[in-house]
Nanobody, 116 residues
């Protein structure tokens, strides 16, 4: 079982940066493929990045490729998302979860708002 707490969201102007963190509890964290997901108002939740336990298999959505970087520290049970060159369309609530996502693992998320 996994419990997650996301943090690091906030309000930022276009072109700015934020770093999101996901603190996970559960001994199995290191065995999961982990992902960052986001959901904007009126839209379906989408996965923006994923990383496997070897850190070699990393996948990004086309919309964030080249701007976002996902990383993990399995010793600390932490998942991170460095977001650069943010755009208004990145505004959403961001969540971490396994890949594929499990309903019981969703946290509260952290809100990111990009606006001038």
């Amino acid at each position: 079982e996994l419990q997650v707490v996301e943090s690091g969201g906030g309000f930022v102007q276009p072109g700015g940066s934020l770093r999101l963190s996901c603190a996970a509890s559960g001994r199995s964290f290191s065995t999961y493929i982990m992902g960052w997901y986001r959901q904007a108002p009126g839209k379906e939740r989408e996965r923006v990045a994923s990383i496997d336990w070897t850190k070699r298999d990393i996948v990004y959505a086309d919309s964030v490729k080249g701007r976002f970087t996902i990383s993990r520290d399995s010793a600390q049970n932490m998942l991170s998302l460095q977001m650069n060159t943010l755009k208004p369309e990145d505004t959403a609530n961001y969540y971490c979860n396994t890949v594929p996502a499990r309903k019981e693992y969703w946290g509260q998320g952290t809100q990111v708002t990009v606006s001038s």
